[in-house]
């Protein structure tokens, strides 16, 4: 078996050479969605910044944009490795090997597919014979192949504490009641849940592992800060009796001059400051008909200015006249840009004229609005989202549209909760809010992550003195 490294050199264990001076050698195994790739990639960095060497695996397709992630001054710190999933007739094809545009249907025969891949993943580990190895919860089965190898591992959680502390207190701990009541879930989120909960066990294999097993380390890594989600962290840590170490929020990489950004940003340098709405809902989970024309008309009912990017699962792309109501785009006019192509994220946040953001509260996307400075405007689809909703409504910079009790959200809401965040004293207040953290968790970025590299190189130099 071959592993590719960046610029696609081929490196087997008769030929791996590292650079002097380093530190720890460190094998980053993600879950194949981007959301947690993100904050692998986000945690590599860091970790290169603290004078770890890093190796990133996953399949040849993840690698495509994960290589695209990594500015070129981390070029001889962090390399990626390819996992080859085994050629199976009941597998998805290579191209399908990650989660991006793929059908959330599907995400089950991709996990089957990466436990095909231990043999595969064993030899990398064989070969490169990290220090340590960072595995996503999801893929707890690594923890077991890097103990046959005597390799210590920790897991990474790419969720927030304070859903993560929720689902583990309602799994292990049912008997006790979760003693933070802005966190809940409504009773047609529970059901969604107990669909999705009900077919993982239908199709889970016997030797699936449990991702809320204690494991050999008993450590995780969390993608959050204490500045947002300290009681959570700490409630976490009580439940679980697991080390919690928050790595913070993410590094902000340089902002890139793309060509396909040009008009875009020209066209928001028109508009006045704090007065437009991004939404983004990315592409893994798709919105019904009904709610794109719900946006679609409260959008244009609120009379602000927006940029919405839709997106479509691979394979159910359409053409933007035909699922928006008619006429909408000769509306609209100037005032909003409609757009169905990746558009970058993070330069739409930063710009002066971005009052909001409408999104389904993922993770990753909470994330870069506190780290922006930007509001957020919820609209929760299901698993972690309702709950980040809620996470961010309690901080105070977050305002929910409340789907009704069959899951529907409506345009007269869309519109009024448009025009309070956007031109409203609300919209003042979140904002005051928001960027008041958003200074916070910068001020504290490097000590918590300074702490969380030092727990790791104590955990490996621990594990050594074990063994």
């Known amino acids: 078996m071959n592993i590719f490294f960046r610029k696609k050199k081929v490196l087997t264990s008769t ?43 996953s399949t040849p397709i993840s690698l495509e944009s994960i290589d695209k992630e990594i500015p070129e001054k981390y070029s001889a710190s962090i390399k990626i490795v390819e996992l080859h999933l085994p050629k199976l007739p009941q597998l998805l094809a290579p191209h399908c090997h990650t989660t991006n545009d793929l059908p959330p249907n599907l995400d089950q025969i991709v996990q089957k ?19 340590l190895v960072i595995y996503d919860i999801l893929l707890q089965w690594a923890e077991v192949v890097a103990n046959e190898h005597n390799i210590p591992s920790i897991k990474f959680i790419t969720c927030g504490a304070a859903i993560f502390s929720y689902f583990f207190n309602s799994l292990r701990k049912p008997e006790v009641e979760f003693p933070f009541p802005n966190i809940y879930p409504k009773e047609s989120e529970l059901v969604k849940w107990g669909e999705i909960s009900a077919k993982f066990a239908k199709e889970k294999d016997p030797d699936d592992m449990d991702p809320f097993a204690k494991g050999s380390m008993q450590y995780m890594l969390t993608s959050t800060s204490r500045i947002i989600e300290a009681k959570y962290i700490d409630y976490l840590s009580q439940l679980s009796n697991w080390k919690v170490i928050p790595v913070g929020l ?13 008009e875009l940003i020209h066209w928001l340098e028109k508009k006045d400051e704090n007065s437009t709405v991004f939404v983004n809902f990315g592409s893994e989970y798709s919105l019904t008909k009904e709610d794109m024309e719900e946006i679609a008309f409260g959008l244009e009912f609120s009379n602000v200015n927006f940029i919405w990017v839709v997106r ?12 928006l109501p008619q006429g909408f785009l000769e509306r609209i006019g100037e005032r909003g840009k409609v757009l169905d192509k990746w558009e970058q994220k993070s330069r739409i946040l930063n710009h002066t004229s971005i009052g909001g953001f409408i999104s389904y509260c993922d993770w990753s996307s909470v ?12 609209m929760p689809i299901h698993l972690d989202q ?5 996470l961010m409504v309690e901080l105070g910079v977050a305002v929910e549209i409340v789907r009704d009790d069959d899951s529907k959200i409506h345009r007269e809401e869309i519109m009024q909760v448009l025009e309070s ?30 702490v969380a590299a030092e727990e790791l190189i104590q955990l490996c130099k621990n594990y050594n003195k074990c063994k």
């Open 250 to 262: 993410p590094i902000k990489d340089p902002m890139t001059n793309d060509a396909n950004d040009v």
């Open 367 to 378: 994330i870069k609005c506190l780290d922006f400075g930007v509001p957020i405007i919820a």
């Open 312 to 323: 479509f699962s691979k394979g159910e792309e359409q053409n933007l006249e035909e699922v």
């Open 421 to 450: 965040v956007i031109v409203g004293e609300i919209g003042e207040n979140l904002r005051t809010k928001v960027r008041d953290i958003s200074r916070n968790l910068k001020s504290i970025r490097g000590e918590e992550m300074d």
């Open 15 to 57: 030929n791996v050479t590292e650079p002097r001076n380093t530190n720890l050698k460190v094998l980053m195994f993600p879950w194949l969605a981007y959301g947690h790739i993100c904050p692998f990639l986000n945690l590599a960095k860091k970790l290169a910044d603290k004078g770890f060497l890093i190796r990133v695996c």
């Open 386 to 390: 309702p709950m980040n909703a809620r």
């Open 113 to 131: 597919a990466l436990k095909f891949s231990k043999p595969n993943f064993s030899k990398i580990l064989e070969n490169l014979k990290p220090d």
